[in-house]
């Protein structure tokens, strides 16, 4: 079935320090990957996606990467800030769905 | 624009009752889908609606249904409430559906169960 698996389950960082999230997904058919923020008692907010007919993509700080062939994908953090603190949740998509299959989620801590 | 937009923020029903949530999408966007939250089994896909029509269905028992009205506007009721169906359970709207469409989530709403 669809399964998406997405390591570490935490991670703390010093400030300035870069963060690595890695997500690995089953369904080879998944062609859209968005990643989601969530703090404490708030809503997930999407912060970058890709698609697969795309490698990498770079929004400021935070960059994503996808390998299609290997069947995973992972987000780069540079230069963290304590306000980076939060879980962080990937998911994968099917094609012709808008049925999000999420990971786990990370608990990333930047601390000062 | 308005955000997503889902009431009530906070319920508390006991079990074998029934609840009925709230979902407004983004204006413009007709594409609803449904998630669970809970600490241990993460963000789980309830449904998903477009153009008043389930167009996807995760794996949840028959006792979650949802529907959605002409203005796009989602409803999900859960009847015979059990105690782990206390969680916070979140809408996302999209311009439409299908894969590669950005899904935006509303603020949830948290359903306890006693």
């Known amino acids: 079935g669809e399964n998406v698996e997405q390591h570490p389950s935490t991670l703390s960082v010093q400030e300035g320090d870069s963060a690595v999230i890695k997500c690995t997904y089953s369904?080879?058919?998944?062609?859209?990957f968005p990643w989601y923020k969530q703090e404490l008692g708030k809503r997930p907010q999407l912060i970058i996606d890709?698609?697969?007919?795309?490698g990498e993509k770079k929004d400021q700080r935070i960059a994503v990467t996808l390998n299609k062939t290997a069947k995973h994908f992972s987000l780069h953090i540079t230069e963290t800030q304590p306000e980076d603190s939060a879980v962080y949740f990937c998911?994968?998509?099917?094609?012709?769905?808008?049925?999000?299959?999420f990971g786990q989620g990370t608990t990333l801590q930047v601390k000062p | 624009k308005a955000g997503v937009t889902q009431t009530p923020r906070y319920l508390i029903k006991t079990r074998g009752q029934q609840v009925t949530l709230s979902c407004s999408p983004i204006?413009?966007?007709?594409?609803v889908s449904w998630y669970q939250q809970t600490p241990g089994q993460g963000l789980q896909f309830l449904f998903e609606?477009?153009?008043?029509?389930?167009?996807n269905k995760g794996n949840f028992p028959g006792r979650f249904s949802g529907r959605q009205f002409s203005n796009s506007r989602s409803e999900m009721n859960v009847s015979t409430l059990e105690l782990g169906d206390s969680a916070l359970y979140l809408c996302?709207?999209?311009?439409?559906?299908?894969?590669?469409?950005?899904?935006?989530f509303g603020p949830g709403t948290r359903l306890t169960v006693t």
């Open positions: 996302a709207s999209s311009f439409t559906a299908g894969d590669g469409y950005e899904q935006y």
């Open positions: 369904d080879s058919a998944s062609n859209y």
């Open positions: 890709i698609r697969s007919n795309v």
């Open positions: 998911a994968a998509s099917s094609r012709n769905t808008g049925k999000l299959i």
């Open positions: 204006s413009g966007h007709r594409s």
């Open positions: 609606y477009f153009s008043e029509t389930q167009r």
